[in-house]
């Protein structure tokens, strides 16, 4: 509730009648004590004495009248400006509202489709969920000796990713919906353009194993995970990750220290 306001324009209409009242009582009182009858045409009698406080009570009047005019015009404008700062607050609200539910969303979605995530390992043992990504992981360590010896003349960039390539191609039903979700989800928030989206990188960072860092590290060198690679690079996603989660140290070269945070 808003407090009542002091408005001088109110008061300048009072102020200016009161002052030509004041005068004509004191031009009427000194006209009386000293009047004397004069010629014909130069005695100004009581009538026109009247006529000229009508006169003056009107032009106060009008003046208080244009002066209130223009106080009601500047309180307008005032709260028009108030009622669009309000508008923008709530439609700057509403946006936020928005992106909070579809980043937290996506990021349900992103422990759901790891959650279902169910496979079997060489020696036939069942894995799900985030254990299901180590054993992936495992395979890729095992089979980079394998892929070395049947490719010597590849270097070490290619033989990472052909590694890889073979591991994927035997999951690609089960990785490549948490591939294309994960990416998804960091373009929506690095497209948002908001001031504070590296926090929410830096939340959704947090929430990835190292596992996951590793897998995706692997895919980001693929021709398959060119965007992903740049857009990782842009929000550091690979600032976690660790060398013992790479099959050499010497593979982090693969990607440019910005994908640290350097």
Not at 37 to 51: I, K, Q, S
Not at 139 to 148: D, I, M, T
Not at 196 to 211: I, K
Request: net charge positive.
């Amino acid at each position: 509730m808003k407090e009542p306001q002091f408005r001088p324009a109110l008061w300048i209409a009072p102020a200016a009648a009161l002052v030509v009242a004041l005068v004509w009582v004191f031009g009427l009182v000194g006209f009386i004590a000293g009047y004397r009858p004069g010629p014909p045409g130069l005695t100004v009698d009581p009538f026109t004495a009247l006529a000229s406080l009508f006169t003056g009570l009107a032009f106060a009047g009008t003046l208080g009248l244009i002066a209130m005019q223009a106080d009601d015009l500047r309180l307008t404008r005032r709260e028009l400006s108030e009622q669009a700062a309000q508008m923008n607050r709530q439609a700057s609200l509403l946006e936020d509202q928005q992106f909070q539910s579809m980043f937290f969303g996506l990021l349900t979605l992103h422990h759901e489709i790891v959650a279902k995530l169910r496979t079997s390992g060489d020696s036939g043992t069942h894995r799900e969920g985030r254990e299901m990504l180590q054993l992936i992981c495992s395979e890729l360590f095992r089979h980079f000796a394998g892929v070395q010896k049947r490719n010597p003349t590849l270097n070490d960039h290619a033989l990472a990713v052909c590694n890889f390539e073979e591991v994927f191609e035997r999951r690609s039903t089960l990785l490549g919906h948490y591939f294309r979700n994960l990416y998804h989800t960091l373009r929506f928030v690095e497209q948002s353009g908001r001031a504070d989206r590296g926090e929410y990188v830096r939340f959704l960072r947090a929430q990835l194993s190292d596992a996951e860092l590793m897998l995706l590290f692997y895919n980001a060198l693929t021709q398959r995970g060119t965007k992903f690679k740049a857009l990782a690079t842009e929000v550091h996603l690979f600032k976690s990750l660790s060398d013992r989660w790479l099959i050499d140290p010497k593979h982090r070269t693969f990607l440019e220290p910005g994908a640290y945070g350097a």
